[in-house]
């Protein structure tokens, strides 16, 4: 990601405001979107198991990764079978795949293999994560949990608990994308918010 865009999105200035009516035209879209959940005409797939969603409304990483190797080992302590999905950000290769200890980070996303490799459970990746939720589910049905690493924006898969991450940098300028880092207007109900960071994201 360019360094300039990420310094213009600390704070308001020149480039910044040149770019602002370029984030009304996803402040539109992302509106639309949600009416369209909203009232049915775009749907929201339910699992038989709780699915709980660990994201960001940030462009870039806050730190999501490490929150859910948190919570697998929370689960695992408390003797639950929890398993991941994600798109595997990243990836050259299509379709929903398994990630094992031998799956190429080219096939899997580096941080979908990170989280296999550490924590031994299973992890599907694929674009359409509730086509990767069921298949998931198909191949371990002893899952009691599934954490979605990521898709926080992504409503098709229906999730009984929402968690959102933030790192030092809290919304930066707290426009939306492209003259703030911002991918949906914050604040959102969310059930959970983990700063990531080293100092409050928020004053």
Known sequence: MSQVLLRAWTQRG???????PL?????GLVAIRQALYRCGLLATHRMPVPVVVVGNVVAGGA????VTLALLEHLAARGLRAAVVSRGYGRTASGCTEVTFATSPADAGD???LIARRTHVP???GSDRVETARRLLQAHPGTQVIL???GLQHRALGR?????VFDDRGTGNGWLLPAGPLR???PRPVDLVVHSGTHPAFG
Do not use: H, M, Q, Y
């Open 23 to 27: 984030s009304l035209v996803l402040r």
């Open 111 to 113: 941080e979908p293999l």
């Open 148 to 150: 979605s690493d990521d």
């Open 123 to 125: 992890v599907f990746v």
């Open 63 to 66: 730190g999501k990764t490490p």
């Open 184 to 186: 949906e207007p914050w």
């Open 14 to 20: 020149t480039l910044a405001c040149l770019l602002w």
């Open 160 to 164: 009984d608990i929402e968690i959102c």
